[in-house]
C-alpha cells in the first residue's frame, strides 16, 4: 500500500508543473488561465471523495474499490499515448527571443527579486492551505465535533476549492487584471483565517463549514493567478521551470509549516489539545502573504512580448527610399540658403 501511494504521488509534481507548459503550446493566450485550471485542478480527488465512500461500505468492499480506481486511471491514461507533443498548427507565433537554458534560467531567476516575492506569496497559501488540511481534524474534535462533521467540512471545502480555480480562469483570460485580482483575494483569503480565530470554539458547525469553504476558494482562485504572474515576469526563461520552483518551494512552506502549528498545541490548555495559538500563528502568516501581495508589483514580460510579435511593424525602407530621403533633405538644404541670401 504505502509503496503503490509512492508511486501514486510521484505523478502529482509533474502534473502540476505542466498545467503553464501544456496551456502555451496548444492555447492562445486569451484561453491559457483557464486552460491551465482545467490541467491542474483536482477535481479526480473530490470524485473519489464522494465516490469511494458509497463503494466502500465495509473492510470488505476496500479491495474492489482499489480496483475500481485502478480501471478509472488506467482507462485516463490511454489517450494521453496517442496525444501528440505539440499542435499541428501554432496557436501563436512565438516571440523570437532565445530561450535560457535550464541552469541559465535559475541562475537568472535567483536574481529576479518580482519572482522571488511571487514564490513566498505561493508558499505561504498553499503551504498554509496544506498546514491547514494535515491539522483541521485536530484543531476542531477538541472542541466536541466528530470526525465524521470534519470530513464533511473538508470535503465541502475540497468543492469550494475546485470552484474557486474552475472560475478564476475565465476570470483572468477575459481580463487580464492578474495583478488587481491577486491583491483582492489576498485580504479576503487572510480574513477567512481570522475568522478561524474566533469561530472554532463557538459549536456552529455551519459557521466552521462556511468559513472554510470561502477560505479554499479564495486561496484556490490565488493559484493560478500567481502562477501565471510568476510565468509573466519570469520570460524569456521556460515556463516548466518558474512553475517548479513556485510549487517546490509551496510544499517546502507547507512541510515547515505543519511542524510550526504543530508544535503550537496546547496540552495543558482548555480543551485539551487545542490548537487555538496555532490559529493565531496562520492568521499571522496569512497577514504576512497579504502584505506581500499589495508589494508585488512586477511587469508582464511575456504579454508585452507577444504583442510586439503581433502587432504590425512598418518595413525598413529599402535603399532607394533611403537615396531619395537624403536627395530630398540636400535639395530643401540649397533652397533654404537661396531664400536666406535673396533676404
Keep these: 500500500m504505502v509503496i503503490g501511494q509512492a508511486i501514486a504521488s510521484v505523478g502529482i509534481p509533474l502534473s502540476l508543473n ?8 496548444w492555447f492562445t493566450p486569451n484561453l491559457r488561465a483557464t486552460a491551465g485550471m482545467l490541467v491542474a485542478a483536482n477535481y479526480g480527488g473530490i470524485i473519489a471523495m464522494f465516490f469511494v465512500p458509497c463503494i466502500a461500505t465495509g473492510e470488505d468492499k476496500i479491495e474492489f474499490a482499489l480496483i475500481i480506481i485502478a480501471v478509472l486511471c488506467t482507462i485516463t ?5 496517442f496525444l501528440p507533443a505539440r499542435p499541428a498548427k501554432a496557436p501563436l507565433v512565438e516571440p523570437s527571443e532565445a530561450r535560457p537554458s535550464l541552469l541559465r534560467g535559475t541562475a537568472v531567476l535567483l536574481k529576479n527579486g518580482h519572482f522571488w516575492i511571487l514564490c513566498a506569496v505561493h508558499g505561504i497559501n498553499v503551504g498554509l492551505s496544506v498546514a491547514w488540511g494535515g491539522l483541521f481534524n485536530q484543531a476542531v474534535t477538541p472542541y466536541g465535533y466528530s470526525n465524521e462533521e470534519s470530513g464533511n467540512i473538508v470535503a465541502v471545502g475540497m468543492v469550494a476549492g475546485a470552484l474557486g480555480c474552475f472560475v478564476a480562469g475565465p476570470i483572468l483570460d477575459a481580463t487580464k487584471r492578474h495583478i488587481l485580482f491577486l491583491k483582492l483575494m489576498a485580504p479576503l483569503m487572510c480574513s477567512t483565517y481570522v475568522a478561524l480565530i474566533f469561530i472554532i470554539n463557538r ?7 462556511y468559513v472554510n469553504a470561502l477560505n479554499q476558494f479564495f486561496l484556490s482562485f490565488m493559484v493560478p493567478v500567481v502562477i501565471e504572474l510568476g510565468v509573466e515576469v519570469s520570460y524569456p526563461i521556460a515556463e516548466s521551470i518558474s512553475t517548479s520552483i513556485l510549487w517546490q518551494f509551496s510544499q517546502l512552506i507547507g512541510f515547515i509549516l505543519i511542524l510550526v502549528m504543530d508544535n503550537f498545541r496546547d496540552e495543558k490548555g482548555i480543551p485539551h489539545n487545542n490548537m487555538f495559538k496555532a490559529l493565531i500563528f496562520q492568521a499571522c502568516t496569512a497577514g504576512v502573504c497579504m502584505l506581500l501581495c499589495f508589494a508585488y508589483n512586477g511587469r508582464m514580460k511575456r504579454s508585452d512580448a507577444e504583442k510586439s510579435e503581433i502587432l504590425p511593424q512598418k518595413p525598413p525602407m529599402t535603399h532607394r527610399e533611403l537615396s531619395y530621403g537624403q536627395e530630398s533633405t540636400e535639395t530643401l538644404a ?4 537661396k531664400n536666406a541670401e535673396k533676404v
Design 18 to 25: 505542466i498545467m503553464t507548459k501544456v496551456a502555451t503550446v
Design 77 to 81: 491514461l490511454v489517450p494521453h499515448i
Design 203 to 209: 459549536g456552529s458547525l455551519a459557521a466552521i463549514l
Design 334 to 337: 540649397i533652397t533654404n540658403e
